[in-house]
């Protein structure tokens, strides 16, 4: 396992190209299921998790490549072989269950197993299995498996009590090839979302409402195959954003959406860095010195659960005490107790951290504990005094592109120690 050994106390200064959306990318990916014949995807992020998916639908007889130079891939969907999405592959990754609808709707049957646990949750997947059943599937649960069958899914009115990424997802690729018409209530609305609604579009679907909190889709009797290049990831650029903020210095980060960010971007202008943008492209200018700012995570368009653990590492050094509310999972904390051992002063309440500000924070041993939390840990390593050890950063692998590449580009003294455990 690679670790991340960090001298504190450089400002950042430069440009950084934002990567596609890990997220974004994982939904389009199972939806290729959908149809027969050939897709290729752009601006892809080189991830341990694009390559997970990549084996779980290569085990299901999709056959793909993957060109990390030209940042492409491509899969051809002609011959499915199995209708399984394993325990091996579901374990690594939660996103492994959007191949669910897909298969369900294309081929009338499905066997995916129920996610492990996570470094956070309880994370269930009963709005994934209700929508699925609403729809006309037999479902049934055993060895920790779904099983799911279904001759044809039937359109119908689904409300979500919750807004789910995930569920709304799943729940939209099956109802494009269901006889009639879907409506989803309360449907998430995360750029992601949107992306898959336009690519299912571009296949052949009718889903109506796209960007709004209800959409609805005309079953259609067969879609096709097509390209998309993928939006850029919102969450990697918040994270670049807060590290300039903690460490003072000016980026530009390209290739961004910036509407993506509104709600980031508000809560960082609050904390008196100055920010400016573009179309596709966002400069910030910090002098580390921060105002507290609190936050309440909730879905999109507010701010993200994904940057919590980031704003926790920049409140940890504002001027004052600030509260940080996770209302999406009120355990998603993992990295206090790690961002503590770096000399912050944080405590949980509930789905509430308390932080107090403090002067400096001290370079340590600490361990990535999951992909946001491990983010979190690099920010303040760039602020603290001395050296930071990040360790099993193959937390970090899944989500950021080579963001010990990127940080050094921009004047961090931070290298990767190959095979490490301490
Ligand atoms: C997606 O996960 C993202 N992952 C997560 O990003 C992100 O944190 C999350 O959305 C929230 O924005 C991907 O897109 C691959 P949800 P997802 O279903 O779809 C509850 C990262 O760091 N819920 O929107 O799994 C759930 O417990 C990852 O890139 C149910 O109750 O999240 C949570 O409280 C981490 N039942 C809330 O909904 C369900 O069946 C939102 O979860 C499903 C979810």
């Known amino acids: 396992m690679d670790k991340f050994v960090i001298k504190g106390g450089n400002s950042l200064n430069g440009e950084v190209e934002i990567s596609g959306a890990k997220n974004s990318l994982l939904a389009l990916m199972p939806a290729t299921l959908l149809a027969n014949g050939t897709f290729t995807f752009y601006n892809v992020p080189n991830l341990s998790d694009i ?107 689904i409300v979500f009590n919750t807004s789910s990424v995930g569920a709304t997802g799943n729940i ?134 994904d940057v919590q653990a980031q704003w926790i590492a920049l409140m940890s050094i504002a001027n004052g005490v600030s509260k940080i509310k996770d209302t999406i999972y009120f355990d998603r904390f993992k990295h206090v107790p790690e961002l503590n051992r770096l000399g912050a002063n944080i405590v949980v309440k509930e789905n509430v951290a308390i932080v107090n500000g403090v002067e400096n924070l001290v370079g340590a041993k600490v361990m990535s504990t999951d992909l946001r939390a491990s983010a979190s840990l690099i920010l303040s390593g760039l602020k603290a005094t001395g050296i930071t050890q990040v360790l099993r950063v193959y937390h970090l692998d899944r989500g950021y592109e080579a963001i010990e590449r990127k940080l050094q580009r921009l004047g961090a003294d931070i290298k990767r120690v190959k095979g490490e455990e301490y």
């Open 51 to 157: 390559k997970t998916m990549l084996q779980l639908l290569n085990n299901i007889g999709v056959s793909t490549s993957m060109d990390m130079v030209k940042k492409q891939i491509q899969l051809d969907t002609t011959s499915i072989k199995s209708f399984e999405a394993p325990y091996e592959y579901v374990k690594k990754m939660r996103a492994s269950i959007y191949v669910l609808g897909p298969m369900l709707a294309r081929y009338g049957e499905a066997k995916v197993s129920l996610p492990g646990g996570c470094a956070w949750g309880p994370r269930p997947v009963d709005l994934h299995i209700d929508g699925i059943k609403k729809l006309g599937a037999d479902i049934k649960l055993n060895n920790g498996y779904i099983f799911a069958k279904a001759k044809k899914l039937q359109g119908t009115k």
């Open 172 to 305: 939209l690729m099956a109802s494009t090839l269901a006889k009639g018409t879907t409506e989803i209530h309360n449907a998430a609305i995360e750029p992601e979302i949107t992306q898959l609604s336009d690519f299912l579009n571009k296949m052949g679907a009718k889903i109506y409402g796209i960007g709004t909190n209800t959409l609805t889709i005309d079953g259609v009797d067969e879609l096709y195959p097509t390209d998309e290049t993928i939006i850029p990831d919102r969450i990697e650029a918040a994270t670049f954003l807060c590290a300039c903020a903690i460490v003072g210095g000016k980026i530009k980060l390209k290739n961004i959406i910036q509407n993506h960010l509104t709600s980031v971007l508000e809560k960082l202008r609050e904390t008196g860095v100055k920010i400016s943008t573009s179309e596709n492209e966002i400069e910030i200018f910090s002098d580390s010195n921060i105002k507290v700012v609190d936050i309440e995570t909730a879905p999109y368009p507010n701010f993200p659960t």
